[in-house]
C-alpha cells in the first residue's frame, strides 16, 4: 500500500462548479498536510497546509483534514479554467522531516 | 521558483556515466529535499537534509548519493547513471515556525539516460 494515495483522475467539472480532490495515507504518525499545484512542465507550488482536524480555508481553496479516517481533501470552489493542473497531496511525519507524496490528481476545469 | 536555482535544465548522460546535479537556496530553509518525477508516479523522495550536516534517504535513494555542503546547498550525485534514472529531477526547501510554512521548489532538472 502506497503511504499516500490519490485518484489520478482526470477529474473534469465545469466552470464554476466546485472541484473536490482527495488523498488518504497510511501513517497514524503523520501531523502536516498539504496540497500543491503543478501546471504542466512546471516545478510544483505549495497552495495550502493544514495541521489540525477540521477545514482551513484560504480564499477559493479549502483543505479538509479528518485524522480518524486518515483523509485529507481539497475543495476548489467557482472552479476556473486557470484551476486547471494537477493537485498533488504530501504528508510528513513531523516538521521538516520526511514529505511523501501521492501520484498527483489531475484537474480539467472547462469552461 | 523563487529563491532555489538547480543546475543543469537539461542534460543527456549515457549508461555508466556520472553527474551531480546542484541545488542551492538563498532562504535560510534548514530543509532541502530531492525528488525525481516520472509520468503517473507523482513525486518521490530520493533524499532529504533536515539541517545542515545531517541526510537521510528517502523512498528510492538507491544509485543516488547526496551532500550538504552547507546551509545554502545540497547536491545530487548518479555515481553510474541507468536509463532508469531518466526522470525530472526537482530540489525543493522548507521552513517552518510556528503557524507558518514556506516550501518552495527548484525549476527542476530534466534528465536522459540513453
Known amino acids: 500500500q502506497k503511504e499516500v494515495e490519490q485518484n489520478s483522475g482526470p477529474l473534469s467539472v465545469p466552470e464554476g462548479a466546485i472541484a473536490s480532490l482527495n488523498c488518504t495515507y497510511s501513517d497514524r504518525g503523520s501531523q502536516s498536510f498539504f496540497w500543491y499545484r503543478q501546471y504542466s512542465g512546471k516545478s510544483p507550488e505549495l497552495i495550502m497546509f493544514i495541521y489540525s482536524n477540521g477545514d482551513k480555508e484560504d480564499g477559493r481553496f479549502t483543505a479538509q483534514l479528518n485524522k480518524a479516517s486518515q483523509y485529507v481533501s481539497l475543495l476548489i470552489r467557482d472552479s476556473q479554467p486557470s484551476d486547471s493542473a494537477t493537485y498533488l497531496c504530501a504528508v510528513n511525519g513531523y516538521r521538516g522531516g520526511k514529505l511523501i507524496f501521492g501520484q498527483g490528481t489531475e484537474l480539467s476545469v472547462k469552461p | 521558483n523563487a529563491g532555489v536555482t538547480q543546475t543543469p535544465k537539461f542534460q543527456v548522460l549515457k549508461t555508466g556515466q556520472s553527474m551531480t546535479l546542484q541545488c542551492a537556496q538563498d532562504m535560510n530553509h534548514n530543509s532541502m529535499y530531492w525528488y525525481r518525477q516520472d509520468p503517473g508516479m507523482g513525486l518521490r523522495l530520493i533524499y532529504y537534509?533536515?539541517?545542515?550536516?545531517?541526510?537521510d534517504k528517502g523512498e528510492v535513494p538507491n544509485g543516488y548519493n547526496v551532500s550538504r555542503l552547507n546551509k545554502r546547498e545540497f547536491s545530487l550525485r548518479l555515481e553510474s547513471a541507468a536509463p532508469s534514472q531518466t526522470s525530472v529531477y526537482f530540489c525543493a526547501s522548507t521552513a517552518s515556525t510556528s503557524g507558518r510554512y514556506e516550501q518552495y521548489f527548484g525549476p527542476g532538472t530534466r534528465l536522459t539516460v540513453t
Open positions: 537534509s533536515a539541517s545542515e550536516g545531517t541526510t
